[in-house]
């Protein structure tokens, strides 16, 4: 899975957790033994050499490679890895030839052979620290099986490795009791490699062509291949030079081909029709339909699937129900078949579905139009196409609406699921193409208002104003036009949802209002829904209105999920989401699961992935936990990487991370994520300028001050403020140090505008200090020390800088009392702010912050907490302790910020040197 542009490795994609496990086995110090499984192709071999040059040096190394048919060859796999080794050469360890001698005598005994086999090791590892590969167990002989076993029985730091494909494995195999007698006896850690999922094969894709792909190709290939490493990089090998666009079209190259095939070999002549029949009936095959097609008698069919799912060519996904265990096998097998055979098969197949009672239309599609029955396919395309829409699958959908557009290329129907699966998907140029051919052919004012209400939403996306202000001048001309009734209605919710976007709150009050009171008056619950998700969201905004917003939106989400409107469910959820809680942080936490779950069902990708990312990222704020904060983004961000993103969703994790990582003082990081986003359009006019400067005042740069004129141009374009932003900016000049003057010059401009009480209080009084009125200054500290919307962080800056200013008026007791109330707001933070309070608490002859933490090993942790904490130090994410542990990663993250709190430590990273002391 290592891969470069011309088709050899470069750097290994979706193996990162078992490399760790593996290397902490090896820092253990002690006899360990892991057993590394999964399919041909899937890496196993691969993870082994990435893995062998981490060791440390004076590490022993001996690999062995077991050969198909060498179950007659004794201790194949040790002669193997000493001849790797060069250890068969007048350079070899003096008495290692003789015992090779012995080893392969048949005149000796079994047992007299085994042990000149642990002799053999023995005298090569010594006493060094090892680590021994036995490669391929699946084909190993029973000698090189019961070495393995008693080599796990070896003192010292020793770790044995043994790799296998567990679908080659029977009960008559030695390594099946070898695998069963090795659980008993040890304590084996069992790495599984899984299939890459759809975003390591976008990441793989990325690094081959040596930029992002889009959504369509990374699904595609992984399609194609089925998150096969080995598959996929043959697919790319074969085409090296050619545009990954294309690839996915190509046929198979000759030699991946001829290994496909090669599992299908052997079987009798109706064994080999059923199978291609099975091939030709796509994805899913349901054996009812697949005995329709053949007509092969139901015992029969049992009989030759038995086989083929023993073979490993298909896997029983279901009742009654098969898959091809890799898509490229089928693709392979109806590549020999000629078209005749492959149309005739298709023409059953459909008759039979279409004589059937209940079929999903996607089938039906497929085979309709390799039939050449179009009218058939485009039916069913438009069935399917709702179908899945309405079940959230959006890609499915867009596929369906495209299949049959290709026919009928003006179907309104199809254009309309086209474009709001592409939506959906994530997949924005697609979605303003199909958007705009439907609003240009809509014959009916339904038609037309949805059509703009959809390009509103793809211009903003898109971060195109002048699109935008276009569509929605065209919607309001069309309202004029409209009686009183449905449409109308419906134009209004698009006017609202444009004036909510760009935030201007009376026009999108007042479209909003216009809409329920025609929603109110025609009965017309779908577009009250719309208009109130306009409403709420435009009140929540505004710290003045924030709470009647927050009470129509809570109180519109059991209805939308009730009538199945999940993307309006999900946007309503999300905007709770980014407000201030007014609930515990539980609570919260709730309100994004299930945002996340009505974003699933809705398909709605930005929402399920990248704000519900971010969701996390917030409430580990709220929690006044930095390292779960920056955690939940890189998961985040891993999950979207090597996908091309435009518009606002390019930039859903980058600028939020940089955010946390100038917190947390990692500023090399930050300069890297900035220059990713400076290659990303659309991005606000701010956000460069602010990193920037934010990055150059935490480094002492000297052109802060010229970059401030950046970040006061830039502000002069934004129509609104942040007094987050504002508290971030000024802190950052302020510890640049530069002229009062301008600083205060940035407040004022920061300040201008509608910010939350606490944001503008905490703000103000910073600015109070700058000015020398201390009493002010502090007075604002204090009103904003038990505040709901700041952060715990940055409520214990606040008690910081309150310390600060009592410490020089030489109040040492109330200085003290605060700076300790500090460190416990910041027991979970880093970076600056918690410098910021050492510096203070130094002045007071007051310990480091983080030292009055306990930090005595795993004491204070419960049972659960020390099994967490233990996978923690293994490098496991939230995400990953969640599926280890069968808990929410929800609650594996507030398992995490105890342990990081009861160990004192501030980032996952420190866990398990806290575990050490």
């Known amino acids: 899975m290592r891969f470069l542009r011309d088709g050899a490795s470069q750097s290994m994609i979706g193996r990162d957790h078992e490399l760790r496990q593996l290397t902490r086995l090896v820092a253990s110090g002690r006899p360990q033994v892991a057993i590394v499984g999964g399919e041909p192709g899937i890496g196993k071999t691969r993870l082994i050499q990435e893995f062998l040059p981490t060791l440390p040096e004076g590490t022993v190394v001996l690999v062995g490679h077991a050969e198909p048919g060498s179950l007659a060859r004794p201790y194949e796999l040790l002669l193997d890895a000493i001849d790797g080794a060069g250890r068969l050469t007048s350079r070899g360890v003096l008495g290692v030839d003789a015992e090779v001698a012995s080893l392969v005598d048949p005149g000796r005994s079994p047992v007299e052979r085994l042990h000149a086999g642990l002799d053999i090791v023995s005298r090569l590892v010594g006493d060094a620290p090892s680590v021994l590969v036995f490669e391929d167990l699946h084909w190993a002989d029973s000698e090189s099986a019961a070495l393995f076993e008693r080599l796990a029985d070896r003192p010292g730091a020793h770790l044995l490795i043994g790799t296998y494909r567990p679908g080659e494995v029977t009960s008559r195999h030695p390594v099946s009791a070898l695998l069963e007698r090795m659980e008993r006896r040890h304590a084996v850690t069992h790495l599984r490699l899984e299939r890459l999922t759809t975003a390591e094969t976008a990441a793989m894709l990325a690094i081959a062509g040596g930029r992002p792909v889009s959504y369509r190709t990374a699904v595609t290939l992984h399609n194609r291949t089925g998150g096969n490493p080995f598959f996929l990089e043959?697919?790319?090998?074969?085409?090296?030079?050619?545009?990954?666009?294309?690839?996915?079209?190509?046929?198979?190259?000759?030699?991946?081909?001829?290994?496909?095939?090669?599992?299908?070999?052997?079987?009798?002549?109706?064994?080999?029709?059923?199978?291609?029949?099975?091939?030709?009936?796509?994805?899913?095959?349901?054996?009812?339909?697949?005995?329709?097609?053949?007509?092969?008698?139901?015992?029969?069919?049992?009989?030759?699937?038995?086989?083929?799912?023993?073979?490993?060519?298909?896997?029983?996904?279901?009742?009654?129900?098969?898959?091809?265990?890799?898509?490229?096998?089928?693709?392979?097998?109806?590549?020999?078949?000629?078209?005749?055979?492959?149309?005739?098969?298709?023409?059953?197949?459909?008759?039979?579905?279409?004589?059937?009672?209940?079929?999903?239309?996607?089938?039906?599609?497929?085979?309709?139009?390799?039939?050449?029955?179009?009218?058939?396919?485009?039916?069913?395309?438009?069935?399917?196409?709702?179908?899945?829409?309405?079940?959230?699958?959006?890609?499915?959908?867009?596929?369906?609406?495209?299949?049959?557009?290709?026919?009928?290329?003006?179907?309104?129907?199809?254009?309309?699921?086209?474009?709001?699966?592409?939506?959906?998907?994530?997949?924005?140029?697609?979605?303003?193409?199909?958007?705009?051919?439907?609003?240009?052919?809509?014959?009916?004012?339904?038609?037309?208002?949805?059509?703009?209400?959809?390009?509103?939403?793809?211009?903003?996306?898109?971060?195109?104003?002048?699109?935008?202000?276009?569509?929605?001048?065209?919607?309001?001309?069309?309202?004029?036009?409209?009686?009183?009734?449905?449409?109308?209605?419906?134009?209004?919710?698009?006017?609202?949802?444009?004036?909510?976007?760009?935030?201007?709150?009376e026009e999108a009050l007042l479209w909003s209002d216009r809409a329920l009171a025609l929603a109110a008056e025609f009965d017309l619950p779908a577009v009250r829904l719309a208009a109130l998700v306009e409403k709420g969201s435009t009140l929540a905004e505004q710290p003045a209105t924030a709470e009647e917003g927050r009470a129509i939106l809570a109180g519109m989400i059991d209805e939308a999920e009730k009538v199945g409107e999940w993307v309006l469910a999900a946007r309503a959820l999300y905007n709770l989401v980014q407000m201030p809680p007014s609930e515990s942080l539980a609570d919260q936490a709730e309100v994004l699961e299930r945002m996340r779950v009505d974003a699933e069902r809705a398909g709605f990708e930005s929402l399920a992935v990248a704000a519900y990312f971010q969701g996390r990222a917030r409430i580990a704020m709220r929690e006044g936990d930095l390292a779960a904060a920056i955690a939940a983004l890189d998961e985040g961000r891993t999950r979207d990487r090597g996908y091309v993103l435009r518009g606002r969703r390019a930039d859903y994790h980058s600028v939020f991370l940089a955010g946390l990582s100038l917190e947390a003082g990692e500023l090399r990081r930050v300069t890297a994520i900035l220059a990713e986003l400076r290659f990303q359009p659309g991005l606000s006019p701010l956000v460069l300028p602010g990193l920037d400067f934010h990055l150059a005042c935490r480094s002492s740069d000297d052109r802060a001050i010229e970059l401030l004129d950046g970040v006061l141009a830039a502000l002069a374009q934004l129509p609104w403020r942040s007094g987050e932003q504002a508290h971030d900016l000024i802190t950052a000049a302020l510890y640049a140090g530069l002229p009062r003057e301008r600083v205060r010059h940035l407040g004022e401009v920061m300040l201008d505008g509608q910010l939350w009480d606490d944001w503008r209080e905490l703000v103000t009084a910073q600015l109070a200090e700058l000015a020398g009125d201390d009493d002010r200054a502090l007075r604002g500290y204090r009103a904003v020390f038990d505040?709901?919307?700041?952060?715990?962080?940055?409520?214990?800056?606040?008690?910081?800088?309150?310390?600060?200013?009592?410490?020089?008026?030489?109040?040492?007791?109330?200085?003290?009392?605060?700076?300790?109330?500090?460190?416990?707001?910041?027991?979970?933070?880093?970076?600056?702010?918690?410098?910021?309070?050492?510096?203070?608490?130094?002045?007071?002859?007051?310990?480091?912050?983080?030292?009055?933490?306990?930090?005595?090993?795993?004491?204070?942790?419960?049972?659960?907490?020390?099994?967490?904490?233990?996978?923690?130090?293994?490098?496991?994410?939230?995400?990953?302790?969640?599926?280890?542990?069968?808990?929410?990663?929800?609650?594996?993250?507030?398992?995490?910020?105890?342990?990081?709190?009861?160990?004192?430590?501030?980032?996952?990273?420190?866990?398990?040197?806290?575990?050490?002391?």
Do not use: C
């Open 787 to 917: 505040s709901a919307i700041l952060p715990p962080s940055v409520r214990g800056t606040a008690h910081t800088l309150a310390a600060r200013r009592l410490l020089a008026a030489g109040q040492n007791a109330g200085a003290t009392k605060l700076a300790d109330k500090a460190a416990d707001l910041l027991s979970r933070w880093g970076g600056w702010r918690v410098a910021q309070l050492d510096q203070v608490r130094a002045q007071l002859g007051l310990a480091p912050a983080h030292s009055r933490a306990a930090a005595n090993g795993v004491v204070p942790l419960t049972p659960r907490e020390r099994e967490v904490a233990l996978l923690v130090a293994e490098g496991l994410t939230n995400a990953e302790l969640a599926r280890r542990l069968y808990i929410s990663p929800k609650t594996a993250a507030v398992h995490v910020s105890s342990i990081l709190h009861k160990l004192g430590v501030a980032s996952r990273t420190e866990v398990a040197g806290a575990l050490t002391r």
């Open 234 to 505: 043959e697919l790319l090998r074969a085409y090296a030079g050619q545009d990954l666009e294309a690839v996915s079209e190509q046929p198979l190259p000759w030699s991946l081909a001829e290994v496909l095939r090669r599992q299908a070999t052997g079987l009798d002549p109706a064994g080999q029709r059923i199978l291609e029949a099975a091939a030709l009936l796509g994805h899913r095959i349901p054996f009812d339909l697949l005995a329709a097609v053949t007509k092969a008698g139901e015992d029969e069919l049992i009989d030759v699937l038995r086989e083929l799912v023993q073979r490993g060519v298909l896997v029983e996904s279901g009742d009654d129900e098969f898959t091809f265990r890799h898509a490229l096998l089928r693709e392979a097998i109806t590549g020999q078949m000629l078209s005749r055979q492959r149309r005739r098969l298709h023409e059953a197949a459909l008759e039979a579905l279409l004589a059937a009672d209940e079929v999903d239309p996607a089938l039906v599609a497929h085979h309709a139009e390799a039939a050449g029955r179009y009218d058939d396919m485009v039916a069913a395309a438009r069935r399917g196409a709702a179908l899945y829409l309405s079940i959230g699958s959006a890609y499915q959908a867009l596929q369906l609406s495209e299949m049959g557009l290709e026919e009928e290329g003006d179907d309104l129907e199809l254009l309309s699921a086209a474009a709001r699966a592409a939506w959906l998907a994530g997949l924005l140029d697609d979605a303003a193409e199909y958007a705009r051919k439907w609003r240009d052919l809509a014959t009916t004012s339904t038609d037309r208002a949805d059509a703009l209400y959809l390009l509103i939403r793809l211009a903003w996306e898109s971060d195109d104003t002048t699109g935008m202000e276009s569509w929605t001048t065209e919607i309001e001309q069309l309202i004029a036009t409209l009686p009183p009734g449905a449409d109308q209605a419906r134009a209004m919710t698009a006017v609202a949802q444009s004036a909510m976007l760009r935030d201007r709150v």
